[in-house]
Structure formats: C-alpha cells, structure tokens
Nanobody, 125 residues
Framework: QVQLVESGGGLVQPGGSLRLSCVASLRTFSGYTMGWFRQAPGKGREFVAVITWSGTSTNYAASVKDRFTVSRDNAANTVNLQMNSLKPEDTAVYYC??????????????????WGQGTQVTVSS
C-alpha cells in the first residue's frame, strides 16, 4: 500500500515562511519524480514544483519561482517544499505526488500516479 503523507501546513502571516514535507512509503523512492500541487477553494489543482528522481532537475510555477524551493532526501524517502515570502494567494491545500522515473519533469496532475491527502496552508494577517 503506497502512502504519501504531507505535513508542515498551518497558518502564517503574509511574508512568512513554511516548510512542507512529504514522506512516501515507496520501495524505490529514489526512482520517483516528485511533484507538489495545490488547490484553492473553487479552483482546480495547479502545479507548484517538481523534482526529478535524481534531484538534479527542478521546475517551478511562475507564481512561486524565486520564493519556493523543492528538495528531496532519498535516504529518508522525503520531499520538501520550502515556502518563503508567502502571499495570501498561496492559500490552498498542498499535495505531494509521485510518478515513477521519467526523463522529463511532469507538471500536469494527470501525469502522476500516487497522491497524498494534502495539508492546508493559510496565509492571512
């Protein structure tokens, strides 16, 4: 049974930071490309960031580039999302997702196989 479990969400003021983590019960975690998505109320699920299985390639949505950083620790089966300079429009449920090794950086939700349950991030004063 594959499980992805996100943590680290919460309430933060504008300009603040949060660090999300996702622990995956994948036998060969190091072979999976890992993505972060978010979904705000009344909106579709949107791409945030992705990191390839090796960690050598990353990609970000334009709206979070230069504020968010994705990283992974293959020894701990963990992928992280460091979020700085948070804005109210970053408020959403954040999901991590996994896709077994592909030679590109998938950014569409349909390209991912496994999903976590999500963690709420609220940016408000």
């Amino acid at each position: 049974q594959v499980q992805l479990v996100e943590s680290g969400g919460g309430l933060v003021q504008p300009g603040g930071s949060l660090r999300l983590s996702c622990v995956a019960s994948l036998r060969t975690f190091s072979g999976y490309t890992m993505g972060w998505f978010r979904q705000a109320p009344g909106k579709g699920r949107e791409f945030v960031a992705v990191i390839t299985w090796s960690g050598t390639s990353t990609n970000y949505a334009a709206s979070v580039k230069d504020r968010f950083t994705v990283s992974r620790d293959n020894a701990a089966n963990t992928v992280n999302l460091q979020m700085n300079s948070l804005k109210p429009e970053d408020t959403a449920v954040y999901y991590c997702a996994a896709r077994y090794g592909v030679p590109w950086v998938p950014t569409a939700p349909s390209e991912y196989t496994y999903w976590g349950q999500g963690t709420q991030v609220t940016v408000s004063s």
